[in-house]
Nanobody, 127 residues
Framework: QVQLVESGGGLVQAGGSLRLSCAASGRAFSRYPMGWFRQAPGKEREFVAAITWSGDNTYAADSVKGRFTISRDNAQNTVYLQMNSLKPEDTAVYYC????????????????????WGQGTQVTVSS
């Protein structure tokens, strides 16, 4: 069973950058597609970005495309979300998650595809 722990959140001014990390326990981590989601106060959780098990393909939501980049280091059991040009509307709790589909070449955008979630890390962007 993979366990996920996010870190790297914080308070940043609009236009700034943050890099989130998602550290996974368990040797199986490198087999699974991964994703980042976020949930703002009073809103439903939404998809942010996804990456295949090998890292050779990624997909990002239109709202973050060109500003956020997802990547992974399977040797370090870690997935990253580099966030640039942050906006106040990016304020949310950010979650990483894993898809139980070993070696799948897909990028998954739906919550129901994911069965393992981290506890989340808060990102606050001030105007």
């Amino acid at each position: 069973q993979v366990q996920l722990v996010e870190s790297g959140g914080g308070l940043v001014q609009a236009g700034g950058s943050l890099r989130l990390s998602c550290a996974a326990s368990g040797r199986a981590f490198s087999r699974y597609p991964m994703g980042w989601f976020r949930q703002a106060p009073g809103k439903e959780r939404e998809f942010v970005a996804a990456i295949t098990w090998s890292g050779d393909n990624t997909y990002a939501a239109d709202s973050v495309k060109g500003r956020f980049t997802i990547s992974r280091d399977n040797a370090q059991n870690t997935v990253y979300l580099q966030m640039n040009s942050l906006k106040p509307e990016d304020t949310a709790v950010y979650y990483c998650a894993a898809v139980p589909a070993p070696y799948s070449s897909g990028t998954y955008t739906r919550e129901y595809s994911y069965n393992t979630w981290g506890q989340g890390t808060q990102v606050t962007v001030s105007s």
